[in-house]
């Protein structure tokens, strides 16, 4: 007869990814990679937003995208047009990326030469906020048709990104959305929030994103 | 749905936990779920088979303990559950308030040899 005995581990699920986390960033911090990991509910003009982000940034620096879909590689192609260097993940019914996967994607890539990095996680605003990717910072859009509720009703999403860009902003007047509203609300759950209203449709508001973007990698860079 | 991914990371962390400590056996596993987590205790159970499949963990029983969504008023420090007041304190009604705990997913401990 075997004897059991009871063995505590009592260790956070979320730990291992943490740590790998923690280790890509250095990783990427080495290669001098700045990696950006961009999320946002289906349809909220993510893949529109990396084609305008690559045309302001393509003269000054080497860009590279992960387009994490579930399937199909459609966005991928659209973004390879641009001449930046794009690869297609797969997660296979998986609804976020974790730190492994996008290791994975980022050699697959192949970082040589890329100063930044953007990750097009998963369209979703619950799981990808629970999964850290060892992105260097992380970023939202929230689109103008969805709501100015969505801080409310994804909490966790708004508390985690360093930056909200609230697209499609041209549209505002055929909508009952309340801009100061979300802002309030958003900055209520995450004090140090940096909010760009944009439309990647007009390119209103890109320039500031983009400078934005100039500003941290800059930072990264002297950390 | 992402509980079956998180499965497989927990499996992979007991494994090597089991390893590391030359276990053979895992009787049981149990997790501790919070209230407020994004982890439903009925879909875990039902995609532990198949994430348990051929594994050390195959004939592992899993145990579930669920942890409750507490809160702190700010206004007048009342303690209560999230869920069962429906995220309003119940002797003030503000609704401004802390987590104190709710979140959690961990690995609570195995039965093993």
């Keep these: 007869m075997d004897t059991y005995k ?8 979320f730990e291992d990814n943490n740590k790998d986390a923690d280790l890509l960033r250095e990783e990427l911090k080495k290669g001098k990679t700045f990696l950006l990991n961009l999320m946002s509910s289906p349809g909220s003009g993510k893949t529109t937003t990396v084609l305008r982000t690559i045309e302001a940034l393509k003269e000054e620096m080497g860009i590279g995208v992960l387009e994490a879909d579930i399937d199909s590689d459609v966005d991928a192609r659209t973004v390879a047009q ?16 974790d730190a492994d996967m996008t290791r994975q994607g980022l ?22 906020a629970e999964f850290d990717t060892g992105a260097s910072k992380n970023a939202m859009i929230l689109s103008v048709p969805e709501g100015d509720d969505k801080p ?5 999403m708004f508390s985690i990104v360093d930056v909200l860009l609230i697209n499609k902003i041209d549209v505002i007047d055929y909508f009952d959305f ?37 500003t941290e990698i800059k930072k990264w860079k002297q950390e | 749905m992402h509980e079956l991914g998180v499965v497989i990371e927990v499996i992979k962390t007991v494994e090597s936990f089991a390893q590391q400590n030359g276990l053979t056996k895992i009787d049981t596993l149990v997790l501790q779920i919070g209230e407020l987590s994004s982890m439903i205790p009925k879909y875990i159970e ?22 409750p969504g507490n809160a702190i008023c700010k206004k007048c420090n009342k303690v209560f559950n999230l869920i069962k007041n429906n995220m309003v304190c119940p002797s003030c009604t503000s609704k401004d308030w802390e987590i104190l705990c709710g979140r959690e997913f961990m690995i609570k401990e195995i039965i093993a040899c």
Excluded at chain 1, 85 to 97: A, D, E, P, S, Y
Excluded at chain 2, 56 to 67: F, G, N, P, V, Y
């Design chain 1, 152 to 156: 409310l009703k994804y909490p966790l």
């Design chain 1, 107 to 128: 050699l697959g890539l192949g970082t040589e030469g890329i100063d930044f990095v953007i990750l097009e996680n998963v369209g979703n605003l619950v799981c990808p």
């Design chain 2, 46 to 67: 039902a995609c532990y088979p198949a994430a348990v499949d051929g594994t050390l963990l195959q004939d592992t029983r899993l145990k579930i303990e669920i942890l």
């Design chain 1, 178 to 214: 309340d801009l100061e509203a979300v802002k309030e609300r958003a900055k209520k759950i995450n004090p140090n929030i940096k909010i760009i209203p944009i439309s990647a449709r007009t390119g209103e508001g890109i320039d500031e994103w983009a400078n934005w973007i100039r």
């Design chain 1, 6 to 13: 009871i063995i505590e581990i009592k260790q956070s699920v």
């Design chain 1, 82 to 97: 641009t001449g930046a260097k794009v690869i297609q993940l797969h997660t296979g019914g998986m609804c976020h990326l």
